[in-house]
Protein backbone atom coordinates (compact mmCIF):
# COMPACT_ATOMS: atom_id res chain seq x y z
CA UNK A 1 0.00 0.00 0.00
CA UNK A 2 1.15 3.62 -1.04
CA UNK A 3 1.83 5.86 2.35
CA UNK A 4 1.66 9.43 2.03
CA UNK A 5 4.43 10.93 3.46
CA UNK A 6 3.81 13.80 5.96
CA UNK A 7 5.61 16.54 7.72
CA UNK A 8 3.97 18.34 10.67
CA UNK A 9 4.87 22.00 11.86
CA UNK A 10 4.15 22.29 15.81
CA UNK A 11 4.81 19.62 17.92
CA UNK A 12 2.30 20.25 20.64
CA UNK A 13 -1.18 20.92 18.62
CA UNK A 14 1.08 18.54 16.05
CA UNK A 15 1.70 15.49 18.48
CA UNK A 16 -2.01 13.93 17.34
CA UNK A 17 -1.36 13.99 13.75
CA UNK A 18 2.10 12.66 14.66
CA UNK A 19 0.24 9.57 16.76
CA UNK A 20 -2.16 9.27 13.56
CA UNK A 21 0.19 8.39 11.13
CA UNK A 22 2.06 6.27 13.56
CA UNK A 23 -0.72 4.23 13.56
CA UNK A 24 -2.41 3.48 10.42
CA UNK A 25 -0.74 1.63 7.51
CA UNK A 26 -1.09 4.24 4.29
CA UNK A 27 0.76 7.35 5.97
CA UNK A 28 4.14 8.06 7.84
CA UNK A 29 6.02 10.95 9.27
CA UNK A 30 9.02 11.88 7.51
CA UNK A 31 9.56 15.29 8.92
CA UNK A 32 8.56 17.38 12.11
CA UNK A 33 9.33 20.97 12.56
CA UNK A 34 9.06 23.31 15.32
CA UNK A 35 11.02 26.21 17.04
CA UNK A 36 10.80 24.83 20.08
CA UNK A 37 14.07 22.95 20.53
CA UNK A 38 13.07 20.92 23.54
CA UNK A 39 9.41 20.31 22.46
CA UNK A 40 11.99 18.53 19.32
CA UNK A 41 13.98 16.52 21.90
CA UNK A 42 10.77 15.15 23.54
CA UNK A 43 9.38 14.39 20.44
CA UNK A 44 12.88 12.42 19.26
CA UNK A 45 12.42 10.25 22.13
CA UNK A 46 8.71 9.48 21.99
CA UNK A 47 9.53 8.96 18.50
CA UNK A 48 12.57 6.16 18.87
CA UNK A 49 12.04 3.74 15.90
CA UNK A 50 10.95 5.85 13.29
CA UNK A 51 13.11 7.42 10.37
CA UNK A 52 12.10 11.40 11.20
CA UNK A 53 14.11 14.36 10.47
CA UNK A 54 13.73 17.04 12.40
CA UNK A 55 13.83 21.03 11.99
CA UNK A 56 13.76 24.67 13.94
CA UNK A 57 13.65 26.40 10.36
CA UNK A 58 10.50 25.88 8.22
CA UNK A 59 12.29 26.91 4.70
CA UNK A 60 14.87 23.95 5.23
CA UNK A 61 11.78 21.48 6.55
CA UNK A 62 10.02 22.11 3.11
CA UNK A 63 12.80 20.96 1.20
CA UNK A 64 12.52 17.77 2.78
CA UNK A 65 10.97 14.93 0.43
CA UNK A 66 7.10 14.67 1.63
CA UNK A 67 3.94 14.87 0.10
CA UNK A 68 1.91 17.29 2.70
CA UNK A 69 2.37 19.25 5.48
CA UNK A 70 0.11 19.68 8.39
CA UNK A 71 0.31 22.84 9.78
CA UNK A 72 -0.47 22.75 14.00
CA UNK A 73 1.25 25.91 14.66
CA UNK A 74 -0.13 29.11 16.26
CA UNK A 75 -3.09 30.20 15.02
CA UNK A 76 -2.10 33.36 13.42
CA UNK A 77 0.59 31.71 11.40
CA UNK A 78 -1.29 29.41 9.01
CA UNK A 79 -1.87 31.54 6.17
CA UNK A 80 1.81 32.28 5.68
CA UNK A 81 2.93 28.83 6.09
CA UNK A 82 0.55 27.18 3.81
CA UNK A 83 0.84 29.51 0.82
CA UNK A 84 4.87 28.86 1.10
CA UNK A 85 4.08 24.97 1.28
CA UNK A 86 1.87 24.61 -1.49
CA UNK A 87 4.17 26.85 -3.50
CA UNK A 88 6.92 24.24 -3.07
CA UNK A 89 4.64 21.36 -4.04
CA UNK A 90 3.59 20.24 -0.75
CA UNK A 91 -0.59 19.56 0.21
CA UNK A 92 -1.74 20.94 3.29
CA UNK A 93 -3.66 20.14 6.09
CA UNK A 94 -4.18 23.67 8.00
CA UNK A 95 -5.43 23.98 11.34
CA UNK A 96 -7.64 26.54 13.14
CA UNK A 97 -7.42 29.33 12.25
CA UNK A 98 -7.02 29.70 8.14
CA UNK A 99 -5.89 33.80 7.82
CA UNK A 100 -5.99 36.24 10.18
CA UNK A 101 -6.33 39.43 7.28
CA UNK A 102 -8.41 39.45 4.33
CA UNK A 103 -5.22 40.23 2.36
CA UNK A 104 -3.87 36.64 3.53
CA UNK A 105 -7.92 35.42 2.71
CA UNK A 106 -6.88 36.35 -1.01
CA UNK A 107 -3.45 35.22 -1.20
CA UNK A 108 -4.18 31.92 0.08
CA UNK A 109 -7.45 31.19 -2.36
CA UNK A 110 -5.62 32.35 -5.31
CA UNK A 111 -2.39 29.83 -4.33
CA UNK A 112 -4.99 26.97 -4.09
CA UNK A 113 -6.32 27.69 -7.36
CA UNK A 114 -2.68 28.77 -9.14
CA UNK A 115 -0.81 25.19 -7.86
CA UNK A 116 -3.75 22.82 -8.31
CA UNK A 117 -2.51 21.42 -4.21
CA UNK A 118 -5.07 20.00 -1.95
CA UNK A 119 -5.45 22.18 0.86
CA UNK A 120 -7.88 21.25 3.94
CA UNK A 121 -8.95 23.01 6.98
CA UNK A 122 -8.75 21.30 10.40
CA UNK A 123 -11.82 22.07 11.70
CA UNK A 124 -12.24 19.21 13.92
CA UNK A 125 -15.28 20.07 15.46
CA UNK A 126 -17.13 19.89 12.33
CA UNK A 127 -16.27 16.01 12.98
CA UNK A 128 -16.92 15.63 16.49
CA UNK A 129 -20.10 12.49 16.84
CA UNK A 130 -22.78 15.04 17.61
CA UNK A 131 -22.04 17.45 13.98
CA UNK A 132 -21.00 14.33 12.12
CA UNK A 133 -24.19 12.55 12.71
CA UNK A 134 -26.26 15.83 12.28
CA UNK A 135 -24.81 16.43 8.62
CA UNK A 136 -25.94 12.81 7.47
CA UNK A 137 -29.34 13.43 8.56
CA UNK A 138 -29.99 17.32 7.43
CA UNK A 139 -28.73 15.96 3.71
CA UNK A 140 -31.27 13.16 4.10
CA UNK A 141 -33.43 15.70 4.28
CA UNK A 142 -34.90 14.88 7.81
CA UNK A 143 -34.87 18.74 9.15
CA UNK A 144 -35.97 20.12 5.62
CA UNK A 145 -34.39 23.55 5.23
CA UNK A 146 -32.77 24.92 7.41
CA UNK A 147 -34.40 28.33 9.18
CA UNK A 148 -31.91 28.53 12.92
CA UNK A 149 -29.19 26.82 14.27
CA UNK A 150 -26.73 27.64 17.34
CA UNK A 151 -23.39 26.94 17.68
CA UNK A 152 -21.40 27.36 21.17
CA UNK A 153 -17.85 27.08 21.90
CA UNK A 154 -16.89 28.28 25.29
CA UNK A 155 -13.85 27.13 26.72
CA UNK A 156 -12.93 28.72 30.30
CA UNK A 157 -8.92 28.75 29.82
CA UNK A 158 -7.91 30.31 32.95
CA UNK A 159 -7.13 27.12 34.33
CA UNK A 160 -4.52 26.03 31.57
CA UNK A 161 -3.22 29.53 30.75
CA UNK A 162 0.12 29.38 31.83
CA UNK A 163 0.28 25.69 29.94
CA UNK A 164 -0.74 27.67 26.58
CA UNK A 165 0.80 31.06 26.94
CA UNK A 166 3.67 30.94 29.02
CA UNK A 167 3.21 34.08 30.58
CA UNK A 168 4.43 35.67 27.14
CA UNK A 169 2.32 39.24 26.32
CA UNK A 170 3.40 39.06 23.07
CA UNK A 171 1.26 35.41 22.16
CA UNK A 172 -1.07 35.46 19.87
CA UNK A 173 -4.25 34.64 22.23
CA UNK A 174 -3.16 37.92 24.24
CA UNK A 175 -3.28 39.81 21.06
CA UNK A 176 -6.71 38.64 18.65
CA UNK A 177 -10.21 39.85 19.22
CA UNK A 178 -12.75 38.70 20.80
CA UNK A 179 -14.88 37.24 17.09
CA UNK A 180 -11.85 35.86 15.79
CA UNK A 181 -11.35 32.27 17.02
CA UNK A 182 -15.40 31.85 15.35
CA UNK A 183 -15.00 28.21 13.64
CA UNK A 184 -15.21 26.04 16.89
CA UNK A 185 -19.14 27.61 16.99
CA UNK A 186 -20.17 28.40 13.42
CA UNK A 187 -18.10 25.97 11.19
CA UNK A 188 -19.91 22.61 12.26
CA UNK A 189 -23.48 24.49 11.23
CA UNK A 190 -22.18 25.67 8.04
CA UNK A 191 -20.41 22.35 7.75
CA UNK A 192 -23.81 20.43 8.21
CA UNK A 193 -25.82 22.75 6.04
CA UNK A 194 -23.54 23.79 3.10
CA UNK A 195 -24.67 27.46 3.03
CA UNK A 196 -22.77 30.33 2.44
CA UNK A 197 -22.69 33.59 4.89
CA UNK A 198 -23.94 36.58 3.53
CA UNK A 199 -23.72 38.72 6.78
CA UNK A 200 -23.27 39.50 9.91
CA UNK A 201 -23.66 41.19 13.21
CA UNK A 202 -20.60 41.12 15.65
CA UNK A 203 -20.86 41.70 19.78
CA UNK A 204 -18.22 41.52 22.26
CA UNK A 205 -18.22 41.21 25.70
CA UNK A 206 -17.10 44.15 27.97
CA UNK A 207 -17.31 42.31 31.19
CA UNK A 208 -13.39 41.52 31.06
CA UNK A 209 -12.66 40.86 34.71
CA UNK A 210 -11.58 37.15 33.90
CA UNK A 211 -9.64 37.79 30.92
CA UNK A 212 -7.51 40.33 32.00
CA UNK A 213 -6.32 38.22 34.61
CA UNK A 214 -5.60 36.48 32.00
CA UNK A 215 -3.47 38.70 30.14
CA UNK A 216 -6.02 38.84 27.66
CA UNK A 217 -6.86 41.98 26.07
CA UNK A 218 -9.79 41.78 24.02
CA UNK A 219 -13.61 41.02 24.90
CA UNK A 220 -14.23 38.03 26.78
CA UNK A 221 -16.53 36.17 24.89
CA UNK A 222 -17.80 37.20 21.01
CA UNK A 223 -21.03 36.41 19.32
CA UNK A 224 -21.83 36.75 15.86
CA UNK A 225 -25.54 36.71 14.50
CA UNK A 226 -24.85 35.59 11.04
CA UNK A 227 -27.51 35.31 8.01
CA UNK A 228 -26.99 32.28 5.50
CA UNK A 229 -27.95 32.29 1.94
CA UNK A 230 -31.12 31.17 2.06
CA UNK A 231 -32.73 33.65 4.97
CA UNK A 232 -31.69 31.25 7.58
CA UNK A 233 -30.03 32.65 10.55
CA UNK A 234 -26.54 31.62 12.77
CA UNK A 235 -25.62 32.44 16.78
CA UNK A 236 -22.31 31.70 17.33
CA UNK A 237 -21.17 32.48 20.84
CA UNK A 238 -17.55 31.26 22.31
CA UNK A 239 -14.70 32.80 24.08
CA UNK A 240 -13.93 32.10 28.21
CA UNK A 241 -17.42 31.49 29.64
CA UNK A 242 -17.09 30.06 33.23
CA UNK A 243 -17.74 26.50 32.10
CA UNK A 244 -15.96 24.92 29.09
CA UNK A 245 -19.43 23.96 26.52
CA UNK A 246 -19.55 22.57 23.21
CA UNK A 247 -23.28 22.26 21.88
CA UNK A 248 -24.88 22.75 18.64
CA UNK A 249 -28.84 22.41 17.46
CA UNK A 250 -30.49 23.24 14.03
CA UNK A 251 -33.96 23.81 13.55
CA UNK A 252 -35.47 23.13 9.89
CA UNK A 253 -39.28 23.57 8.25
CA UNK A 254 -39.71 19.93 9.12
CA UNK A 255 -38.34 19.72 12.68
CA UNK A 256 -35.46 20.40 15.34
CA UNK A 257 -31.76 18.34 16.17
CA UNK A 258 -28.93 19.16 18.65
CA UNK A 259 -26.85 17.56 20.43
CA UNK A 260 -26.63 17.11 24.84
CA UNK A 261 -25.46 19.59 27.05
CA UNK A 262 -22.44 18.53 28.44
CA UNK A 263 -23.93 19.43 32.47
CA UNK A 264 -26.84 16.65 31.77
CA UNK A 265 -24.27 14.37 31.90
CA UNK A 266 -26.27 12.19 29.48
CA UNK A 267 -23.16 11.93 26.25
CA UNK A 268 -22.75 15.31 25.69
CA UNK A 269 -21.43 15.12 22.32
CA UNK A 270 -21.96 11.73 21.65
CA UNK A 271 -25.27 12.55 22.11
CA UNK A 272 -28.23 13.76 19.65
CA UNK A 273 -31.97 14.44 19.53
CA UNK A 274 -33.88 14.31 17.00
CA UNK A 275 -37.72 15.59 16.43
CA UNK A 276 -38.64 15.41 13.21
CA UNK A 277 -41.82 14.86 10.92
CA UNK A 278 -42.36 15.16 7.08
CA UNK A 279 -44.44 18.02 7.54
CA UNK A 280 -43.54 21.85 6.96
CA UNK A 281 -45.22 24.95 8.86
CA UNK A 282 -47.41 22.19 10.23
CA UNK A 283 -46.42 19.90 13.53
CA UNK A 284 -46.41 16.61 14.24
CA UNK A 285 -46.61 14.87 17.66
CA UNK A 286 -44.12 12.61 17.13
CA UNK A 287 -41.42 10.95 20.06
CA UNK A 288 -37.87 12.52 20.24
CA UNK A 289 -34.98 10.10 19.06
CA UNK A 290 -32.13 9.75 21.79
CA UNK A 291 -28.97 7.90 20.92
CA UNK A 292 -25.16 7.78 21.18
CA UNK A 293 -23.57 7.97 17.60
CA UNK A 294 -21.16 5.20 16.87
CA UNK A 295 -17.28 5.95 16.31
CA UNK A 296 -14.85 3.88 14.92
CA UNK A 297 -12.39 2.21 17.42
CA UNK A 298 -9.01 3.82 16.53
CA UNK A 299 -11.02 7.22 16.76
CA UNK A 300 -11.76 7.10 20.60
CA UNK A 301 -8.39 7.08 21.15
CA UNK A 302 -7.56 10.68 19.72
CA UNK A 303 -8.59 13.77 21.28
CA UNK A 304 -11.73 16.41 20.58
CA UNK A 305 -14.20 13.46 20.68
CA UNK A 306 -12.57 11.61 18.09
CA UNK A 307 -12.32 14.54 15.48
CA UNK A 308 -8.62 14.95 15.57
CA UNK A 309 -8.84 10.94 13.67
CA UNK A 310 -11.42 11.88 11.03
CA UNK A 311 -9.82 15.19 10.28
CA UNK A 312 -6.64 13.02 9.15
CA UNK A 313 -8.47 10.05 7.95
CA UNK A 314 -10.11 12.30 5.05
CA UNK A 315 -7.16 14.27 4.54
CA UNK A 316 -4.84 11.31 3.83
CA UNK A 317 -7.75 9.34 1.64
CA UNK A 318 -8.13 12.45 -0.36
CA UNK A 319 -4.40 12.64 -1.02
CA UNK A 320 -4.98 8.89 -2.20
CA UNK A 321 -7.46 9.58 -4.15
CA UNK A 322 -10.45 9.59 -2.59
CA UNK A 323 -13.00 11.62 -4.23
CA UNK A 324 -15.62 11.30 -1.74
CA UNK A 325 -13.46 12.01 1.53
CA UNK A 326 -15.08 14.78 3.55
CA UNK A 327 -11.96 17.42 3.84
CA UNK A 328 -12.84 21.19 3.79
CA UNK A 329 -11.61 23.20 0.85
CA UNK A 330 -10.68 26.61 0.96
CA UNK A 331 -13.38 28.18 0.52
CA UNK A 332 -15.57 25.98 3.28
CA UNK A 333 -12.71 27.12 5.17
CA UNK A 334 -13.02 31.41 4.52
CA UNK A 335 -17.01 30.75 4.78
CA UNK A 336 -16.18 29.80 8.43
CA UNK A 337 -13.77 31.95 9.67
CA UNK A 338 -14.40 35.13 7.72
CA UNK A 339 -17.75 36.08 9.62
CA UNK A 340 -15.13 36.59 12.55
CA UNK A 341 -13.15 39.26 10.78
CA UNK A 342 -16.08 41.18 10.08
CA UNK A 343 -18.07 40.39 13.23
CA UNK A 344 -15.43 42.66 14.61
CA UNK A 345 -15.66 44.80 11.88
CA UNK A 346 -19.42 44.99 12.91
CA UNK A 347 -18.47 45.73 16.59
CA UNK A 348 -16.46 49.00 15.86
CA UNK A 349 -19.22 49.92 14.00
CA UNK A 350 -21.66 49.98 16.50
CA UNK A 351 -22.46 46.54 15.68
CA UNK A 352 -24.25 47.34 11.93
CA UNK A 353 -24.34 44.45 9.30
CA UNK A 354 -21.58 43.72 7.57
CA UNK A 355 -21.74 41.79 4.11
CA UNK A 356 -19.62 38.87 3.92
CA UNK A 357 -17.42 38.87 0.47
CA UNK A 358 -17.16 35.64 -1.53
CA UNK A 359 -13.89 35.38 -2.98
CA UNK A 360 -14.94 32.56 -4.90
CA UNK A 361 -15.22 36.10 -7.17
CA UNK A 362 -11.77 37.77 -8.85
CA UNK A 363 -13.52 41.08 -8.95
CA UNK A 364 -14.48 40.55 -4.90
CA UNK A 365 -11.18 39.87 -3.86
CA UNK A 366 -9.53 42.68 -5.86
CA UNK A 367 -11.21 44.90 -3.42
CA UNK A 368 -9.28 43.41 -0.25
CA UNK A 369 -5.94 42.46 -1.68
CA UNK A 370 -4.35 45.32 0.80
CA UNK A 371 -6.48 44.69 3.57
CA UNK A 372 -4.45 44.09 6.67
CA UNK A 373 -6.80 45.35 8.73
CA UNK A 374 -6.12 43.13 12.18
CA UNK A 375 -4.95 43.35 15.59
CA UNK A 376 -1.59 41.56 15.09
CA UNK A 377 1.09 44.39 14.48
CA UNK A 378 3.36 42.59 12.74
CA UNK A 379 0.89 41.41 10.21
CA UNK A 380 -1.68 44.90 10.35
CA UNK A 381 1.58 47.43 9.61
CA UNK A 382 -0.73 50.56 9.66
CA UNK A 383 -3.97 49.17 9.61
CA UNK A 384 -3.75 47.94 13.09
CA UNK A 385 -7.23 47.76 15.33
CA UNK A 386 -7.38 48.05 18.74
CA UNK A 387 -7.92 44.93 20.49
CA UNK A 388 -11.26 46.21 22.15
CA UNK A 389 -14.07 48.21 21.30
CA UNK A 390 -13.20 50.15 23.95
CA UNK A 391 -9.57 50.18 23.00
CA UNK A 392 -6.42 48.33 23.61
CA UNK A 393 -5.94 48.05 27.55
CA UNK A 394 -2.66 48.19 29.54
CA UNK A 395 -2.24 45.08 32.03
CA UNK A 396 0.22 45.37 34.29
CA UNK A 397 3.39 43.61 34.00
CA UNK A 398 3.10 41.84 36.84
CA UNK A 399 0.12 39.73 35.26
CA UNK A 400 2.05 38.55 32.89
CA UNK A 401 5.27 37.11 34.99
CA UNK A 402 2.52 35.83 37.39
CA UNK A 403 2.00 33.58 34.70
CA UNK A 404 4.96 33.08 33.85
CA UNK A 405 6.10 31.72 37.33
CA UNK A 406 3.05 29.16 37.07
CA UNK A 407 4.50 27.90 33.60
CA UNK A 408 8.19 27.36 34.96
CA UNK A 409 6.54 25.29 37.85
CA UNK A 410 4.62 23.13 35.81
CA UNK A 411 7.27 23.12 33.49
CA UNK A 412 9.45 22.15 35.76
CA UNK A 413 7.14 19.14 36.90
CA UNK A 414 6.67 18.26 33.50
CA UNK A 415 9.88 17.85 32.96
CA UNK A 416 10.74 15.80 35.83
CA UNK A 417 7.48 13.06 35.02
CA UNK A 418 8.91 12.86 31.41
CA UNK A 419 12.88 11.83 33.08
CA UNK A 420 10.76 9.63 35.54
CA UNK A 421 9.28 7.89 32.43
CA UNK A 422 12.33 7.62 30.32
CA UNK A 423 14.15 6.12 33.38
CA UNK A 424 11.03 3.35 34.07
CA UNK A 425 11.50 2.73 30.10
CA UNK A 426 15.12 2.02 30.61
CA UNK A 427 15.06 -0.11 33.74
CA UNK A 428 12.16 -2.29 31.65
CA UNK A 429 14.54 -2.66 28.17
CA UNK A 430 17.52 -3.44 31.05
CA UNK A 431 15.79 -6.10 32.66
CA UNK A 432 14.04 -7.51 29.53
CA UNK A 433 17.87 -7.99 28.24
Given at each position: ?????????????????????????????????????????????????????????????????????????????????????????????????????????????????????????????????????????????????????????????????????????????????????????????????????????????????????????RGQFGIEMVTLENGGIVKSVHGDLYRDSVWYTLYGSQGRMESAREDA?????????????????????????????????????????????????????????????????????????????????????????????????????????????????????????????????????????????????????????????????????????
Amino acid sequence: MKKIKIGVVGVGRGKNMIRYCAAVDNAEIVAICDKWADGLDMMKKRMTGHSITYYTEYDEFLKHDMDAVVLANYATEHAPFAIKAMKAGKHVLSEVLPVQTMKEAVELVETVEATGMIYAYAENYCYMPAPREMRKLYREGRLGEFEYGEGEYAHNCEPINPEITYGDPDHWRNNTYSTYYCTHSLGPILHITGLRPVSVIGFESLKVDRARRMGRKRGQFGIEMVTLENGGIVKSVHGDLYRDSVWYTLYGSQGRMESAREDAEHGDIYRIYVNSDEYSGEYAERPVESYLVEMEEMADDFGHGGSDYYCMKHFINRLLGDETAEIIDVYEALNMSLPGIFAYRSVLNGNQSMAIPDLRKKEVRDQYRNDTACTIASAAGDQLLPTCSAGTPEIDPAVYEGIRQKWLVIKERKEAEAREEEAKALAKMENEN
